[in-house]
T-cell receptor
Framework: ELKVEQNPLFLSMQEGKNYTIYCNYS?????LYWYRQDPGKSLESLFVLLSNGAVKQEGRLMASLDTKARLSTLHITAAVHDLSATYFC???????????FGKGTLLTVNP | GAVVSQHPSRVICKSGTSVKIECRSL??????MFWYRQFPKQSLMLMAT?????????EQGVEKDKFLINHASLTLSTLTVTSAHPEDSSFYIC??????????FGPGTRLTVL
């Protein structure tokens, strides 16, 4: 059974600081997703990472994937308040086309 | 981009009643539909998977007789919560998969059972 571990689960940051959220998973996968969820809302797709060494950046967020280590990171650069949300990673199980989600990281960026 | 709608967005019902949630893919065809639920401050948990025209496959611990899923067409799937109880109160999110295996998420339905 695929297990996905995210850490930290809670992250309180000052504006302007950098931080990284980690996503470890237990079995081989060729696809990993990062999503953002605002309170009361559904998921917003941020990144899909398809291969070892993949790196994608959008604004102050950068995601990377190391399939050998079964690790993805979501790096936040110079955080701003608008980034406050819950971030989920989700790993794709090709055998049954399912996504398994991490527990999520609640990010709070303080002024 | 792909547009997914869910109706209703919010519903409050009395214990013992049934609630139907509709999920529509408005500009693409969905061969597969995933239904998730999310309890407060928790992650998404997969409830069931359905393919158009076939019976749904339920995850362990999800009662198939309580959560009825119909995926009768490539643009519409429904989830009916039968005899709802307060513990069924949750955020239900549909996730259609397009014919080119892109997965999208609906805006969610907040169910509150009194």
């Amino acid at each position: 059974e695929l297990k996905v571990e995210q850490n930290p689960l809670f992250l309180s940051m000052q504006e302007g600081k950098n931080y990284t959220i980690y996503c470890n998973y237990s079995t081989t996968s060729d696809r990993l997703y990062w999503y953002r969820q605002d309170p009361g809302k559904s998921l917003e797709s941020l990144f899909v990472l398809l291969s070892n060494g993949a790196v994608k950046q959008e604004g102050r967020l950068m995601a990377s994937l190391d399939t050998k280590a079964r690790l993805s990171t979501l790096h936040i650069t110079a955080a701003v308040h608008d980034l406050s949300a819950t971030y989920f990673c989700a790993v794709f199980e090709g055998s049954n086309y399912k996504l398994t989600f991490g527990k999520g990281t609640l990010l709070t960026v303080n002024p | 981009g792909a547009v997914v709608s869910q109706h209703p967005s919010r519903v409050i019902c009395k214990s013992g009643t049934s609630v139907k949630i509709e999920c529509r893919s408005l500009d693409f065809q969905a061969t597969t539909m995933f239904w998730y639920r999310q309890f407060p401050k928790q992650s998404l948990m997969l409830m069931a998977t359905s393919n158009e025209g076939s019976k749904a496959t339920y995850e362990q611990g999800v009662e198939k007789d309580k959560f009825l899923i119909n995926h009768a067409s490539l643009t519409l799937s429904t989830l009916t919560v039968t005899s709802a109880h307060p513990e069924d109160s949750s955020f239900y999110i549909c996730s259609p998969v397009s014919t080119v295996n892109e997965q999208f998420f609906g805006p969610g339905t907040r169910l509150t059972v009194l």
